[in-house]
């Protein structure tokens, strides 16, 4: 693979021996004979979408690469230009992200920076990249099948076979003894990374369970767990949130090998998956609901202490930033202009802080012919500006309805009035965290530490989605704000 290739090819920093193994190990789960059908359309599904990208950066990237080689030479000369003089470095995608940083801390500190030429290249660069993973995810889509791999397992229910009833009936006596429900049947959701979720199927028991019950149970997939998720929940229920109510936790990790937790299971379903969205606009208005009355509770309703947003911002920015060093040699041009533009903006933010959800899209929204029944999987729920739940929900829910009724029936619900430059600068935002996220993801393949066809398709194939979003979000601001700089 060209050198030059790390930025747009994520497979650049991994070992192919090591592609190929779990593509391998993939194949090889196709024929097991003990998998449900659920789980052979889910695995084929992943190896497919490994296989579409991995063709395709074999057949394509050069060209692509060469079609912009000349912009990318030029920028770095004038990086390097700005920063005093030439390294000697060859042009690489690694090198120009490491100038791009450089000329942030610059703008950062004010230490001998021309403000209106860094911006100005920053725009250039911001571009080049943008139409550059553009012209990639059109070669993709070129390379797909005319036959696709079944569709449609995520949600799919499969047997269970390391959760039990029988164990979980032991473990419920224990908590509650003579008042503990009996579990009669516990299936597993396909889908999911940072959560395996259960659900149980119960008879008797206290208050909240009589509809059954939800297990969501760590992975260490990421670097969050329900023994925070649980107290929030037990919070944001308290003040009127329409999430399940919380029963159980348990931290322990010697009952199924990973702390889990325990909810009412809410009448209803997702109202869309991650990617794919489809229907009408009633999952859409039903975020809307569930947003604006999380947005309407204050961080006092919560039990949580007052703070500023640019403080907020800035933490979470530099443990974001942090996250992606910690990756290294990762190495992207989108994320180095992101951090740059967060840094540069984040004190134009206004209004004050309350809990945000973090995940705001239509897979985490239930709903029944009655409308909303609850906002589920808080893992990355913060203090924070609601702009940024609202940047995350933008571009699901204006494939099936007009963002102003989006925002009216928010409104109507408790919603804050948030300007527009503020969802543009969380657009921004929270992609700079799913890439630096994916990227975590990518080492620990690298490293052994996940070897499943899911981590593998996070690494090589979500990763490059979510850094093209945050390209196209960063060259729309950028050249709104730019756009008159030469």
Known sequence: MNERATGWAKTAT???????????????????????????????????MALVRLITLETC???????????????????????????????????????????AQQLRTGDGADRDRILALFRQVAATDHDGREELEKAIEATKDTHPVAQGFEGEQVDAADVTPEALNQWLQGRLGDAAPRVD??????????????????TGGPQGWAGGAVIRMDTDNFDNTVVEEFPLLEALHAAGVPVPTPLLLEADRSVFG????????????????????EGGNEG??????????????????????????????????????????D???QSSVAVELGHAWISEHAAELSGDPIMVHGDASLHNVMLDENGLTGLVDWEFAHPGHPAEDLAYARPAVERLMPWADFLAHYHAHGGQQVAEEDIQFFSIFSQLRNASLCASVARDVVAGRHTSIDM???????????????????????DRTYGALR
Request: proline residues 5%.
């Open 185 to 202: 049947r516990v299936t597993a959701l396909v889908g999911g990374q940072s959560k395996h979720t259960y659900l149980l199927d119960t």
């Open 61 to 103: 990237l050069d060209d692509i690469l060469a079609d912009h080689q000349g912009e990318h030479q030029q920028q770095l000369r004038t990086a390097e230009e700005l920063l005093g003089g030439p390294s000697g470095q060859p042009a690489s995608d690694a090198v120009l992200a490491e100038r791009i940083r450089q000329l």
């Open 258 to 277: 990973k702390p889990f937790m325990v909810s009412e299971r809410i009448s209803g379903a997702a109202a869309g998956m991650i990617f794919d969205t």
């Open 14 to 48: 991994m070992p192919s021996g090591l592609i190929l193994r779990l593509v391998r190990e993939a194949g090889a789960a196709l024929r097991n004979p003990e998998e449900t059908d659920t789980l052979r359309r889910r695995t084929a599904t992943k190896l497919d």
């Open 284 to 325: 859409p208005l039903a975020l809307a609901e569930a947003l604006g009355r999380l947005h309407s509770v204050t961080l006092a309703d919560l039990g949580l202490p007052a703070a500023t947003l640019p403080e907020l911002v800035e933490s979470a920015r530099a443990k974001i930033e942090q996250m992606w060093r």
């Open 327 to 329: 990756c290294e040699p």
């Open 456 to 478: 593998l398709v996070t690494s090589i194939d979500t990763f490059s989605r979510m850094e093209l979003v945050l390209a196209r979000n960063l060259h729309a601001a950028i």
